[in-house]
């Protein structure tokens, strides 16, 4: 089966039928589009292309492209591998009933932004101690990282300072609690990566 395109709206609590209390994550998922059918004989593997979404600007060949299914624009596409597609054709709507409470899902996502972060933040440094002889901000230096004479230079992967998360998060095993078909709504218990209206994509 396809997997699912949705947008992450946040968490909440989720009361069951016999009183306990889940933490879930809310996601907006689909309605997606099936915007085109990948077969083995063309193109070399088989895949649905959905789409989710609508955006402003589109160019003119993702234009022509979504025109095909009668898309004015689709915010994103992305393609679902590995499964049986001879039920599906071209404009199909695949809608959150593809889920159901119970299933077990994987959902990937980027992860939250954190912009650029020293050493101690990133990479869990302790700092290169006090402060002494008049050097100042020392607390939180990386210290030393280049070598003497041989090899003079840094090493590639040397952990340093720089841009941290927005990387590519996979959560697996998780549970859907509950299914609310018409609002496209998909309650996962647990945390799914990722901040509030950030692009998520559910497979079963």
Not at 11 to 23: E, H, Q, S, V, W
Not at 55 to 77: R, T
Not at 151 to 160: A, I, L, Q
Not at 170 to 186: A, D, G, H, Y
């Amino acid at each position: 089966m396809p997997g699912l395109i949705g947008k992450k709206l946040g968490m909440t609590n989720y009361y069951t039928a016999d009183g306990r209390m889940l933490p879930v994550t809310v996601i907006e998922a689909g309605p997606c589009t099936v915007v085109q059918i990948k077969t083995a004989d063309k193109d070399g593997y088989t895949a649905l292309q959905l789409g989710y979404g609508s955006k402003k600007n589109v160019n003119k060949p993702e234009s022509g492209h979504l025109k095909k299914v009668n898309l004015e624009s689709a915010s994103v596409l992305k393609e679902f591998r590995n499964f049986d597609i001879s039920g599906f054709s071209q404009g199909d709507k695949v809608t959150v009933e593809l889920f159901k409470a119970g299933d077990k899902v994987k959902v990937s996502s980027k992860s939250k932004g954190r912009g650029f972060q020293g050493v101690v933040k990133r990479h869990g440094f302790s700092g290169v101690g006090g402060t002494s002889h008049g050097q100042h901000d020392r607390e939180r230096a990386p210290g030393s990282i280049g070598s003497s004479s041989y090899p003079s230079r840094v090493f590639k992967g040397m952990k340093m300072a720089g841009r941290m998360g927005y990387d590519n998060f996979t959560v697996r095993n998780l549970q859907v609690v509950n299914v609310i078909p018409e609002k496209n709504i998909v309650l996962v218990k647990g945390a799914v990566p990722g901040a509030a209206n950030s692009i998520v994509e559910i497979n079963i």
